[in-house]
């Protein structure tokens, strides 16, 4: 069952292809297999024309490419035939098998989102059925993008919307509701009552969608507890900058980081807080650009992760640029705060995944990393954006092309990170980003000075059944660990 608000990316990135492959000293094309192109100059693109295209990066990129179907049907539709290839997971019998590969329509549908551009109010919600007899629904905000449509219209986290458009939701219109065909929806709110369930209120709110570029970075602050200073930072999505129409990315979002840490390393921070309780990934550069600025005793000899390719790809990148062309190192970064650190607390949930797991598997050769929250996702596989660098086929694939490791070789956390500490959120009343009371902010400050804070009240919560999360329709199913240099044929 598919859940979503409304996620219409724009604008497009004119590349063939985007991976980061450590080592490389250039950004140049290289083919792992005697690939030739199936378009032409001219004419109709078939389906079969793109079938052919997709079976031949597949065959060449695929971590899973000794798997492909020896004869796999190239009558079907482009997005059953990438499906009928995949390697997929079975809980059963094929636990190593593929949860994250994803192909679209639009290879410019797909770029832009990667970057964090899309057509949104700006909400990121879960969805609930409101009890156990699993009826009416309610979308209790996660969070709201700052500048967005929704934030002008004074929406924000915690607030709970149980009608749209003056529906009540149920289990069987809320899909239609939160994502019709038009971009203006009038949202109606509920309020929770003294015995934890929800009751609806008469107020409403009206969003109209528009494109708009995801800041990552959504807080940052800085708290002296019991002798600590503590650094706090809540980061939804490794994006490097924002995305322009040329097919650009600049560094703005890495920087405003950097500048956060040169903050953080002038004000004496000794505790850092990471909060990726709603970071799917992204750009693996900016978790390198991350890390770096995080790390105990780090510096740019020593390895933050490695990368394992299916053996064709391997000999091919090794064969052009040397040994270690599958390691990425740490960076120097001159406003790191490693130096005072001797760990590093992450708040984690069901929604953390991929370059969040990155950060946190990457960090524990060289600190503690204690888990504040629940088990994370279990994505310790990247992927490659491929497009056709003609423009002719319009499709774009997301393809999981290989598996991570740290500096220690530890690399199976399929299973996702089990938490150090347990804490769970409500389903709703939330409180906001930076609250001391906040709950799995509150423990980790608990974890760090001793102190719990004493507005820090329990919440009455009822059983409400989940259905799933705005999270899911980010950039394919949000899973994203990008890697980001141009090293692929143009096919």
Same mark, same amino acid.
């Given at each position: ?24 000293? &250039? ?19 078939? !389906? ?38 995949? @390697? ?21 549908? +797909?770029?832009?989102?990667?970057? #964090? ?6 909400? =990121? ?21 700052? %500048? ?29 509701? +939160? ?33 708009? =570029? ?32 040329? %097919? ?14 040169? &903050? ?10 990471? !909060? ?12 390198? @650009? ?31 640029? #040397? ?16 130096? @005072? ?31 504040? %929250? ?28 290989? &598996? ?9 956390? #399929? ?20 609250? +001391? ?38 950039? %394919?199913?949000? @899973? ?12």
């Amino acid at each position: 069952m598919k859940v979503f608000h409304v996620w219409r990316p724009a604008l497009l990135l004119a590349v063939s292809a985007t991976v980061l492959l450590t080592g490389c000293k &250039k950004n140049e094309d290289v083919s792992p297999g005697n690939l030739s192109s199936t378009t032409v100059a001219t004419g109709v693109v078939t !389906d079969t024309e793109v079938n052919e295209w997709i079976l031949q990066n597949m065959q060449s990129y695929y971590f899973w490419n000794d798997k492909l179907p020896a004869s796999p049907n190239k009558s079907l539709s482009p997005d059953k035939f990438f499906a009928s290839l995949l @390697n997929t997971y079975n809980a059963t019998s094929n636990t190593d098998g593929d949860r994250f590969s994803w192909i679209q329509p639009s290879a410019e549908t +797909l770029k832009a989102s990667l970057s #964090g551009q899309s057509k949104t109010t700006g909400l =990121q919600y879960k969805l609930y059925y409101r009890d156990n007899t699993r009826t009416t629904v309610i979308a209790s905000v996660l969070y709201v993008l700052p %500048g967005s449509p929704a934030a002008k219209a004074g929406i924000k986290r915690g607030d709970i919307i149980s009608k749209v458009n003056g529906q009540t939701l149920t289990g069987t219109n809320y899909s239609e509701l +939160l994502s019709g065909s038009s971009d203006t929806y009038t949202y109606g709110f509920a309020t929770v009552a003294a015995n934890g369930s929800t009751v609806d209120t008469d107020q409403t709110k009206q969003v109209t969608a528009i494109v708009f =570029q995801e800041d990552p970075v959504l807080l940052d602050s800085i708290y002296t507890i019991n002798g600590k200073t503590i650094g706090y930072v809540v980061y939804n999505q490794f994006i490097p900058g924002t995305y322009t129409s040329d %097919g650009t990315t600049d560094k703005t979002y890495d920087l405003k980081l950097d500048n956060i840490f040169g &903050k953080f390393k002038q004000k004496g921070v000794n505790e850092l807080v990471l !909060d990726l309780r709603y970071n799917r990934g992204g750009y693996v550069s900016s978790a390198v @650009n991350l890390a770096s600025s995080i790390g105990k005793n780090v510096d740019a000899s020593k390895v933050f992760y490695s990368q394992k390719w299916n053996p064709a790809a391997s000999a091919a990148y090794a064969a052009k640029y #040397g040994s270690n062309w599958n390691i990425q190192n740490f960076v120097n970064k001159s406003t790191s705060i490693g130096s @005072n650190l001797s760990r590093v607390f992450v708040l984690t949930t069901s929604s953390t995944a991929s370059a969040s797991e990155l950060i946190i598997n990457g960090l524990r050769p060289f600190m503690t990393v204690t888990t504040i %929250g629940t088990t994370t996702v279990g994505k310790n596989v990247g992927s490659i954006t491929i497009s056709d660098a003609t423009g002719r086929i319009k499709w774009g694939m997301q393809p999981i092309t290989f &598996k991570s490791a740290n500096a220690q070789g530890f690399t199976e956390y #399929g299973n996702g990170f089990v938490p150090s500490v347990e804490v769970k959120e409500p389903t709703v009343a939330m409180k906001p980003f930076g609250d +001391l009371s906040e709950s799995m902010l509150s423990e980790a400050v608990f974890q760090i000075a001793g102190v719990r804070n004493a507005r820090r009240v329990a919440t009455l919560e009822i059983d409400r059944p989940f259905i799933g999360s705005s999270l899911d329709e980010k950039a %394919g199913g949000g @899973n994203m660990y990008i890697s980001d240099k141009q090293l692929m044929p143009a096919h």
